[in-house]
């Protein structure tokens, strides 16, 4: 099959896989800046919660939007099966959780199922989609689409499996703009990308900090706000991301790179190991309201 770029993506959907935290923002994103959006997920809880969280957030972020899209908001449905969610789709986004046996056989059955000119996208943080094309026949359409935490931040960082044809790459830097998305192309193969690179030496040393008994999550927090101008510190940022999820991606790092210190990763699984997994449960290095 000779590639080619979707056609007609304003009358066509975008498809979120996963509606867990990341999904459901990207779903909103998306949403805000006119495209009808389906999300799928297993859970009847989270798919409720989506749909809450999109209601409430979209129409916040299209305010914010510059300029603020012709077309009107979109609309969001919710799936429980994939196969009912994908049909005419120009874009469908894998965010489930950082498991290669979970995301390899869905992106054979996204592959297979969705329209030919439809673009599949994972938004792992930690594995390159190289590692997710196992059972896909059309590897030029498949890419990393790593969204770091909308709409708090919109940069997202797009990255070739080694077979994606460049027209996606370009037309995605360029489309995702309309959705007031900051695209950034990695030149080559980068664990991590290109941001989560250098983020993931900031947090393994602070959980190495807290690990070792230099200082407190809430110490590190305040001096990295203070020194950095920044509007949260990195246990403020993960709990925000979820410790399961951080978890994951520390267990990678480690997989691929087994000399760095097992520090960092034990502090967050003893976390996880306790029930805290940051804000979505009540408490992870700080404690929330429910």
Do not use: C
Request: charge should be negative.
């Amino acid at each position: 099959m000779t590639f080619r770029v979707p056609a007609d993506i304003q009358n066509r959907p975008v498809v979120v896989v996963g509606g867990g935290t990341l999904g459901r923002r990207i779903a909103a994103v998306f949403a805000s800046g006119g495209s009808a959006v389906r999300l799928v997920d297993l859970s009847e809880q989270q798919r409720q919660d989506a749909t809450e969280y999109v209601a409430q957030t979209a129409p916040e972020l299209r305010e914010k939007l510059n300029p603020v899209p012709s077309r009107a908001a979109g609309q969001l449905e919710t799936f429980a099966s994939i196969e009912d969610a994908v049909s005419s789709a120009w874009l469908v986004i894998e965010a489930i959780p950082e498991r290669l046996d979970l995301k390899r056989p869905l992106f054979g059955t996204m592959d297979r199922i969705a329209d030919p000119d439809a673009l599949l996208a994972t938004n792992s943080s930690s594995y390159a989609s190289r590692e997710v094309i196992t059972e896909v026949q059309h590897a030029d359409r498949v890419l990393n689409m790593h969204f770091a935490m909308p709409p708090a931040s919109m940069a997202v960082e797009l990255m070739s499996d080694g077979q994606t044809a460049p027209e996606a790459l370009e037309f995605l830097e360029r489309e995702l703009r309309a959705f007031g998305l900051l695209p950034f192309i990695a030149n080559k193969e980068s664990t991590g990308f290109i941001f989560n690179r250098i983020w993931a030496a900031i947090k393994r040393e602070s959980l190495a900090v807290v690990g070792e008994g230099v200082s407190t999550p809430q110490d590190v927090d305040g001096i990295m706000r203070a020194n950095m101008g920044l509007a949260a510190g990195p246990f403020q940022l993960m709990d925000q991301v979820g410790l399961d999820i951080v978890l994951d991606i520390e267990e990678h790092y480690l997989a691929e790179s087994p000399w760095i210190p097992t520090t960092a990763r034990d502090l967050v699984k003893s976390y996880v190991d306790a029930g805290k997994l940051g804000s979505k449960s009540g408490e992870g290095f700080y404690k929330y309201e429910a």
